[in-house]
Each structure stands twice: as structure tokens, then as C-alpha cells.
């Protein structure tokens, strides 16, 4: 079963790959915009590490509204509304337990990045991090119907999710700042698409050996 403690695991990994990933991101970010997303997403998850280490320990519900207030409040580009509904939504599936069953999981994060979506109102091919994200959340969706097996679900939803990453290279980009680019957004790797997948890998990579009962 997965429970608090490897959830505050999942979010401090990924404040360290926020972190080590910002030069990258933000790099990607200034071939399509401002240039400072990976600045945007270290600020946002060091503050869920911040906020994190003064709180007692949660149940896994708490931590995901904590993670989405915190970045919510840390965060005033458009990408924190994002992820705090993400969160907020995740955490509306799972309230109130302590532990978490594959199902329990699989729900999590259909809710996140059905959140994200919906929140965002941007489509697979706009060139954002719902190119990431729905392929991610369709494949989830589909594996663990067939299989009942959480994790190796979810290795097949990060798979989706990386080739919709790169599918973003060969796009125009449709939103934002960016979608003033026109063609010259060709050839580019969306950087928002990036830290969605950073994320998902993250939460891949911080499972418990075994999540079944």
C-alpha cells in the first residue's frame, strides 16, 4: 500500500529534480517564451518542500492540497492554477485515507491531469503540457482497466507521456506568448510539456517496491 510518507517522498524528488532540471527548462523556455520556466517550477516545488518540513505528517489527501495551495501561492504564472487544480482534484479522489490501493492511486491521477486539462482548456497538439499529460492520462486509464496493476500502468502512462513530450518539437505552439512565434516554434520542445514529464517520472521512479495489498 502507498501511504504518506512515500507521498512527501514523490514531492521532495521532485523539488530535486525541479532544481537540477532549471538551466534545462529554462533554456527550453527561451526558444518559445520568457525564459524562466524553470525558475517558475523550482520556486513553486521549493516552497512545497518548505511548507512540507513545518507540517505534521498528513494523510496522503492533505499533502496533495498542501502541494497544490503552496504552488498555488508561490507560483503567480499561469502554470500555478495548473497544478493546484491538478492537485485539488487528486486529493478530492483520495480523502481521507491513510493508504493508498492501486485503484486508489489510478484515480489520483486521473483526476490531476483530467484537472489540469480542464482547468487549462488546451488541447493535445497546442503545443503545452497537455501534449504530456492526456496521452499520459489516456494510457493510465486504458492499462489499468486491463491489468488492475497500478505501477504497471503507470510505466505505460510515463511512456505515453515522454513520446507526447517530444511530439512537441514538431509543433506550433498554440498558446500563450509563444503561439507568437508561428513557424519559428517549430523545432522546439515545449518546456512545460518537459517539467509535466519530470513529474510523472518522478512519481514512476519514487514507488515503493511493491503497492499492491
Not at 25 to 52: F, N, P, Y
Not at 145 to 167: P, W
Request: net charge negative; hydrophobic share 40%; glycine share 10%.
Amino acid at each position: 500500500m502507498y501511504n504518506a510518507a512515500n507521498f512527501r517522498d514523490f514531492l521532495n524528488n521532485v523539488t530535486e529534480t525541479m532544481e537540477r532540471e532549471k538551466d534545462y527548462l529554462c533554456e527550453l523556455d527561451r526558444k518559445l517564451g520568457d525564459g524562466d520556466h524553470g525558475v517558475t517550477m523550482s520556486i513553486g516545488w521549493q516552497a512545497i518542500k518548505k511548507e512540507l518540513a513545518q507540517q505534521e505528517e498528513l494523510d496522503c489527501s492533505k499533502l496533495a492540497v498542501l502541494a497544490g495551495k503552496t504552488f498555488l501561492e508561490a507560483v503567480g504564472s499561469s502554470v500555478g492554477p495548473l497544478y493546484a487544480t491538478g492537485f485539488l482534484r487528486g486529493a478530492k479522489v483520495i480523502k481521507g485515507k491513510e493508504t493508498l490501493s492501486d485503484a486508489d492511486l489510478t484515480a489520483f491521477w486521473l483526476a490531476f491531469m483530467g484537472g489540469v486539462k480542464e482547468r487549462g482548456q488546451a488541447e493535445v497538439g497546442d503545443k503545452t503540457m497537455i501534449d504530456t499529460l492526456e496521452p499520459a492520462r489516456i494510457a493510465l486509464e486504458h492499462a489499468f482497466l486491463e491489468t488492475g496493476n497500478f505501477e504497471e500502468a503507470f510505466r505505460v502512462a510515463v511512456v505515453a507521456a515522454e513520446a507526447g513530450m517530444i511530439s512537441t518539437i514538431d509543433l506550433l505552439s498554440k498558446r500563450g506568448r509563444s503561439s507568437r512565434l508561428g513557424d519559428r516554434s517549430l523545432g522546439n520542445q515545449d518546456p512545460g510539456a518537459t517539467s509535466a514529464y519530470l513529474i510523472l517520472m518522478d512519481f514512476l521512479v519514487s514507488l515503493p517496491e511493491r503497492v499492491l495489498d
